[in-house]
């Protein structure tokens, strides 16, 4: 009788996560008409959302990042991005059912197709949407991230493969297809063929700070050279220092009543220790 053994994968332990509320994109009235598409599509500076309109063929642009890192105007620049298949990357995210999103991975060891988990939710979809690869966060170790359409909401979801390392993991971001068209328009209505032009995920990686640790002492000669200023300093300042030597005086008698009660306490016990030895001999 064979036994079964759990097959070995990096993305086991993948889980997936919705945004918050804030970074959703509410109010949009997705359109009610059912065809066979995704209603969605996704890039890493825009998401198309096609909506509902009494004409028909209206569609939603939205950017993804809501602020700007520079001050100028504002230039709404669409580029026209290919679609590209993600079988390369060793994994295919499928979507089944009305509120459930399945992952299978693909590998070259037979049955081939390996199912790995489901991530479900409670709203159901209209629509999904897929961002390219070049648009994910490498230091969360984010794999995968869909635009979910509902009823009047675009909700991201985030996938994830857990690492406890803050390096740039290789094994997860491959080369992946970059933005540039690996043909023109004329060269393939000419009929040729050209592989995608591919590029590395790497120079996106930004490695984490570690906080440095810093030992703050004080130097004894500042209270020494800030003495030295008062006494060098001009007659306008005398009024300030007067509280100073007040305080030191203060000091100096608490000190030298603190010396006279060591000595008393001394004394007493020179004392009492005579006493106990006239006690002794008495005794005796």
Avoid at 122 to 144: F, S, T, W
Wanted: hydrophobic fraction near 35%; charge should be positive; charged fraction near 30%.
């Amino acid at each position: 009788m064979s036994r079964r053994v759990v097959r070995q994968s990096k993305f086991r332990h993948v889980f997936g996560q919705a945004v918050k509320n804030d970074q959703c994109y509410d109010d949009i009235r997705v359109s009610r008409v059912t065809w066979d598409s995704s209603f969605c599509a996704v890039n890493p500076k825009f998401v198309a959302i096609i909506i509902e309109a009494s004409g028909g063929g209206a569609f939603l642009v939205l950017p993804l990042h809501k602020s700007l890192a520079h001050s100028y105007n504002r230039l709404l620049e669409i580029p026209t991005l290919p679609l590209a298949s993600q079988a390369r990357h060793e994994i295919r995210i499928q979507t089944g059912g009305d509120s459930s999103i399945r992952y299978f991975e693909i590998t070259d060891e037979a049955p081939f197709v390996h199912y790995l988990s489901t991530f479900t939710t409670k709203e159901p979809q209209r629509g999904m949407g897929y961002m390219p690869k070049r648009g994910l966060d490498v230091n969360k170790c984010e794999i995968a991230r869909f635009y979910k359409l509902q009823e009047r909401k675009c909700e991201p979801i985030i996938m994830t493969v857990p690492r406890k390392s803050d390096l740039f993991q290789d094994d997860l971001y491959p080369d992946t297809a970059g933005p540039d068209p690996a043909l023109e328009a004329e060269e393939w209505f000419e009929g040729k063929n050209g592989d995608p032009l591919l590029i590395s995920l790497k120079h996106g990686y930004i490695p984490g700070k570690k906080g440095e640790l810093k030992v703050i002492k004080k130097n004894i000669l500042d209270n020494k050279l800030a003495k030295n200023a008062e006494n060098t300093g001009p007659a306008h300042k005398t009024a300030t220092s007067t509280p100073s030597i007040k305080n030191e005086a203060k000091l100096d008698e608490i000190l030298k009543e603190v010396k006279s009660l060591k000595d008393l306490v001394s004394s007493q016990e020179k004392r009492i220790t005579k006493l106990e030895e006239q006690m002794s001999k008495i005794a005796i």
